[in-house]
């Protein structure tokens, strides 16, 4: 891969420049140990582009391996290699003067002695004591090299196991993914592409990106020839953010579903007074759609009226906390009305998508990125696909307006965009493992799961309806369900009767689900009359489903969280609703040790997987 080569839209273009120039303040260094190149933003100045040349790597000896003089002079240690014996090199590059410092050759060749740079011999007992004095630290497990993170980290452990997790965008990894992650991957460089890498040594790294590729397409079943796939990104935040960069310029419009509606943060969002909260919304122009107030469910002709007056180029469906089917067919027809690409952000739902137990966005969308770590069930990062090769054609029209052009021009704008518009080294030991999880994806066992978590999603929803609570949407089309408590205890006679207590704070309904080890998260929802009122909580089934609990004891789990809301309820009246009182209200009280018994004695029938406790 050429880097010096221009990408016209994303107006990025790679100069390199001496270390005499690294302060100009108009361009962003990127610096490692071996590579020293800035990316100089075109955009911001057009008229005075820097003339590009291709990116070289810089001789090793290059490095700065030792301490400038003043430091040498102080220094008392190792004194036996510190001495000034070094050639210094001068040389030109781009223009500028250069000054290479190189170590002097000495006795070269034996490996149990060797001659100080004073020309004194150093025994094989001191090569040895200084050898293992590195190798001591490198070898330490764990528990020894740091009791600290240690102990917390097996804090965290117990937490995981004696807990219920239900934060919908959790997931308990397998152990061949934990291996992976916790590998010797994790030290090597590999910038760029497979094949095409800025460092040596990338034989191997090269064949686990290629067939986590190979394997990320075969999961959702797409073909080589018309999409490729990027597997670097860090985070779907960061993909997402790629997809931008790559494909606009700084300011275009791009439309994504509102945040208090489900959308995701990096899809566009403001806060009440005006401040942009995402880069989505900082750098780029963002305008939302919302769902209907009434129903929850998108309002797709809205929707459309908003994109035509707009004309966002990224139009964006998927979001973090909508519980139901999306139209990808409408969002398509939209798009092309407006001329906008659409782009899918599958992240909640992509394991569902995987084991089709929804509906697929690829037959309609032009890219479409993914976290990697929610039912996906892999570890934590992001991964894009885009569309490549000719563009459809319908009733001799192109489809997907874009440049004009009838071949999809994605693959280079996205990739540049990952790397180095944004992002630097890929993380191999990430890649890897997820290789390792879209292996499991393809697999029946993989379908089996996916429907069990739909299967939960339904039980607890019908637990929760059951007991008069409401769910948004009135239930469920995948893994999560978005409980509104605003109505809480509110809503029918005989649950009235039986659970007697009155409405308590969301926010203290969660507070004791936590006390009381189990996990789930706030989410906004739309009040009757369309205001935006903070009054649910998000509830998922994919971790719990990993420990391998099925629909009855889902049916426990809803009556674990009605409880957890009395206990809130009757702390309330008590202590009132201020935060201070009301956790004091917890300590020590009684009903909560109870339900945290309840609690940890369920979940921890449950095997965790990927690690022993
Ligand atoms: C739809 C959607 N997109 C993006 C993200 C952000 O993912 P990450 O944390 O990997 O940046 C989330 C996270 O919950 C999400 O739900």
């Not at 190798?135 to 097996?154: H, K, T, V, Y």
């Not at 957890?564 to 009903?591: C, M, R, T, W, Y």
Request: include cysteine.
């Amino acid at each position: 891969m050429d880097l010096s080569q221009t990408s016209t839209n994303s107006g990025l273009s790679l100069g390199f420049l001496s270390h005499v120039s690294a302060n100009n303040n108009r361009s962003s260094k990127i610096a490692d140990d071996s590579i020293s190149f800035q990316i100089e933003h075109r955009a911001r100045d057009l008229s005075h582009p820097l003339p590009s040349v291709p990116l070289r790597l810089l001789d090793q000896q290059t490095e700065n391996r030792y301490p400038n003089h003043a430091e040498r002079n102080n220094s008392n240690e190792n004194k036996v290699i510190e001495d000034d014996e070094e050639k210094d090199v001068e040389f030109q590059l781009l223009g500028h003067p250069m000054t290479l410092k190189r170590k002097r050759d000495c006795d070269s060749g034996s490996s149990s002695s060797f001659c100080s740079s004073k020309g004194s011999r150093v025994t094989s007992n001191e090569i040895e004591s200084r050898r293992n004095a590195v190798r001591a630290w490198g070898n330490q497990s764990l528990r020894s090299a740091d009791p600290s993170i240690f102990e917390i980290m097996e804090k965290e452990k117990q937490r995981q196991f004696k807990g219920i997790e239900l934060i919908a965008s959790e997931n308990f990894v397998c152990k061949a993914v934990m291996e992976a992650l916790g590998s010797h991957l994790t030290n090597k460089y590999s910038e760029g592409m497979p094949g095409a890498r800025y460092y040596g040594g990338n034989q191997y790294i090269d064949e686990i990106e290629a067939l986590c590729c190979q394997r990320a397409l075969t999961a959702f079943g797409l073909d080589s020839e018309t999409w490729g796939v990027n597997v670097q990104p860090y985070s779907c935040t960061s993909a997402n953010f790629a997809v931008y960069t790559g494909l606009l310029l700084p300011g275009d419009r791009i439309m994504g579903l509102d945040t208090p509606s489900g959308g995701n943060t990096s899809h566009g969002c403001y806060l009440p007074n005006g401040r942009k909260v995402s880069g989505a919304s900082i750098f780029f122009e963002s305008l939302p759609y919302k769902v209907n107030s009434q129903t929850g469910y998108v309002d797709y002709d809205k929707l459309e009226e908003r994109a035509l007056d707009f004309r966002p180029k990224i139009l964006i469906c998927g979001g973090s906390s909508y519980p139901r089917e999306w139209d990808y067919a409408r969002f398509r027809q939209i798009a092309d009305k407006c001329g906008a690409v659409l782009l899918c952000d599958m992240a909640q739902i992509s394991g569902l998508i995987a084991a089709k137990e929804c509906a697929s966005p690829f037959e309609f969308c032009d890219v479409v990125t993914s976290t990697t770590h929610k039912s996906l069930r892999g570890p934590r990062g992001g991964i894009i696909f885009y569309r490549k090769g000719p563009k459809p054609r319908k009733r001799g029209m192109l489809l997907n307006q874009g440049d004009g052009s009838d071949k999809y021009d994605f693959e280079d704008k996205i990739n540049f965009a990952v790397f180095p518009a944004l992002q630097g080294g890929p993380h191999n030991n990430h890649i890897a493992a997820l290789a390792i999880a879209l292996k499991q994806v393809a697999t029946p066992e993989y379908k089996t799961y996916m429907q069990q978590v739909k299967k939960n999603a339904q039980a607890l929803a019908s637990a929760l309806l059951r007991r008069h609570c409401r769910l948004v949407t009135g239930g469920t089309d995948n893994h999560m369900l978005l409980w509104d408590l605003r109505n809480f205890g509110m809503t029918g006679m005989s649950f009235r009767s039986n659970f007697s207590f009155s409405l308590p704070n969301y926010v203290d309904i969660i507070k004791v689900c936590e006390v009381c080890h189990i996990t789930l998260n706030k989410v906004t929802i739309f009040d009757d009359n369309g205001n935006i009122t903070p009054g649910g909580v998000r509830i998922g089934t994919p971790a719990m489903t990993s420990r391998g609990c099925l629909e009855s004891d889902f049916e426990t789990m809803a009556e674990f969280l009605l409880r957890a809301a009395q206990i809130a309820s009757s702390v309330q009246k008590e202590h009132g609703k201020l935060p201070k009182s009301f956790l004091k209200g917890l300590e020590d009280n009684k009903e909560i040790v109870e339900l945290r018994m309840r609690v940890e004695n369920f979940a921890t029938q449950f095997a965790m997987p990927g690690f022993d406790v």
